[in-house]
């Protein structure tokens, strides 16, 4: 079992219609990802699989269509291609939840960086500059915070 599986179980994956049982598969197709190869020709393949028998099983939800367009299935070529960024959102936040909870020892905070190009959007400049305490880190407060965002975790030393 890896370590991300832990983590994985403790994201409730609300941003998606679906039954629990299809959160399960999610989650663990992003472990997997996490685990193998975190590529999108791996996690097309995934989305593939989760959708062939049930293609209708993932909606998105109102919240989640409202935080960022790149959030809607319009944006995408392809049902499977929509599902193999929510995979790599899904690795992308339990990896940076790994990496934070990892520096707690010597870190009490953490804000997240943004690539500061053309393409970052102002909701995720506006996050940057907020520092969260590790201690309430909230899963909508893990990096990344939308489909296709490059937002990472910047762990803060505790001052004396
Ligand atoms: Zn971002």
């Known amino acids: 079992m890896s370590e991300y599986h832990e983590i994985l179980q403790g994201f409730a994956v609300e941003e998606l219609h679906t039954t629990e049982e299809h959160r399960q598969a999610l989650r663990a197709c992003a472990e997997l990802l996490l685990t193998t190869s975190e590529d999108f020709a791996t996690a097309t393949t995934l989305a593939m699989l989760?959708?062939?028998?049930?293609?209708?099983a993932f909606?998105?939800?109102?919240d989640f269509?409202?935080?960022h367009p790149d959030n809607h299935p319009r944006e995408y070529s392809s049902p499977a291609g929509?599902?193999?960024?929510?995979?790599?959102?899904?690795?992308?936040?339990?990896?940076?939840?790994?990496?934070?909870?990892?520096?707690?020892?010597?870190?009490t905070h953490y804000s997240t960086s943004c690539t500061g190009d053309l393409n970052l959007c102002n909701k995720c400049a506006d996050r940057a500059e907020i520092v969260i305490p590790i201690s309430?880190?909230?899963?909508?407060?893990?990096?990344?915070?939308?489909?296709?965002c490059r937002c990472k975790p910047i762990l803060i030393q505790a001052r004396e």
Do not use: V, W
């Not at 909606?59 to 109102?62: F, K, L, N, V, W």
């Open 50 to 56: 989760l959708l062939a028998n049930q293609p209708e």
């Open 59 to 62: 909606t998105p939800s109102e």
């Open 65 to 67: 269509l409202e935080q």
């Open 82 to 107: 929509y599902m193999a960024f929510f995979l790599l959102y899904l690795a992308e936040k339990a990896r940076s939840a790994k990496d934070i909870a990892g520096e707690a020892a010597t870190c």
């Open 136 to 148: 309430q880190m909230r899963y909508e407060d893990i990096p990344p915070y939308h489909l296709g």
